[in-house]
């Protein structure tokens, strides 16, 4: 199985190259060439492994230049008891008939990241050495923050790598800030930059094209490599759960035969819901992709007219990794709908680059909506949510996946479709404790409060554990105090790497 750019100006590569290289040299991202199908022999014998048994099976399809071996130590590594609270690593729950959760944030960092960070530098280090690179791998990070935080946990300690994240001083919640600045590891970096999750992303960016850069780098044995969900290795291990989810449903009898599903993503860089698409596309019956966005809706407005826009004003909301104008994966998804037409992909960021948007033709745009379905939800509407599922059903959502059910309310009241729906819960409610808190406490309660006294006050209120990962956070040692502009980031990383 070959990779190839979105671009369509560089060569084919393998997967191992692909991860290795994170985005193609012509600025596209890699796909595969073509999509594995599961047929129902083969969905029938992975159904009653367990969710590591599953990834082997699903993995190893897009994986053909790595052994079986190579594969199964990858897994180990990423999926085990020491790094998940629940042995079956995305567990679905029962909201209410015909509507499941699957809990996707059971790793050490308590947010859905981990289904990808864990298993990425497991990844990325075998790619290296099938590839026979020398060079120390040096990941570079822009997060609007539960990535930076996943991608830290992973990447800690493993040799022949470092890596450095730059988050938006503005952009995280304080939860998630507190957890990257006591980040331990001898081989990790933290640095807020002044502006939002673009500004970063932006500079990352920069970085990566600046070739002058690049060949210093490499004088002093290092290369760059990406852990954003443009990587192929991001997405990947994201397909799995929804296979997994699928297959235990129908286990289980509570789906039929050959009947589909629908499935409900926050989404941000439409990393999550395109591997939902893959999913679908090797062979799972998806009926809809419900896109769900909070009130940065450029992905709402793109997927019901065709044009996406980012001449907008950027929103902050109480859904922070969802605050993004830039859906790096939607490129892989106009790859995938025009057949791999890279000349209309190129065509369509050179508009997005110059104008700030462009409008795709109606063959596309019919094609996308053929499956995905969008709406967004305010950050009152995502209090309300909380507030109701939790009275109505004793659950406790987090603020992105409350965006995700308020939006499958609305596909529901507005199609009356009542396909069995799988809504990826992409947070633990502790990992954005305050706006959780404010949906289910008192005013009065929550008076004086900060945001770790706020985590255990609503945990004593709902009977809800933390997890492990988010105890304690308010009592470990700061680590990392460096602050930059987006035109300081370079500088930045040159100090960290003792570059000239
Ligand atoms: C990253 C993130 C999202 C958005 O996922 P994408 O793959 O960027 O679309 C949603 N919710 C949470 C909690 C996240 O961390």
Redesign the pocket.
Known sequence: MKYESSRGKYHSVTAAEAIKMGISPDGGLFVPESIPHLDDKQLTAMASGSYQEKTFHIIRQFLSDFSDDEIKSCIDGAYNQDRFDNERIAPLVKLDTGVYIQELWHGPTA???DMALQMLPQLLTSSARKTGEKAEIVILVAT????GKAALEGFKDVAGTKIIVFYPDEGVSEIQKRQMLTQEGNNVYVVAVRGNFDDAQNGVKRIFSNEEFAARLLQNGQKLSSAN?INWGRLLPQIVYYVAAYLELKATGILGEAESINIV?????????LAAYYASRMGIPVKRLICASNANNILTDFIQTGIYDRQRKFEKTI?P??D?LISSNLERLLFEVTAHDARRVVAWMEDLKNRGRYEIDTATRNAVQDIFWADFCTDEETIATIRDIWRERGYLL?T?TAVAVNVYQKYRSETGDKTISIIAS??SPFKFASNVAQAVLETEEMRGKDEFELMKLLSQHTDVTIPAGLQELDRREIRHRSVCSQQGMEEMLMSFLQLG
């Open positions: 947010a859905f990241k609007s923050g539960d990535t969900s993503v926050p989404t941000g860089n439409f990393g999550n819901i859904s990794s969802m993004i987090d992105h992409t947070a």
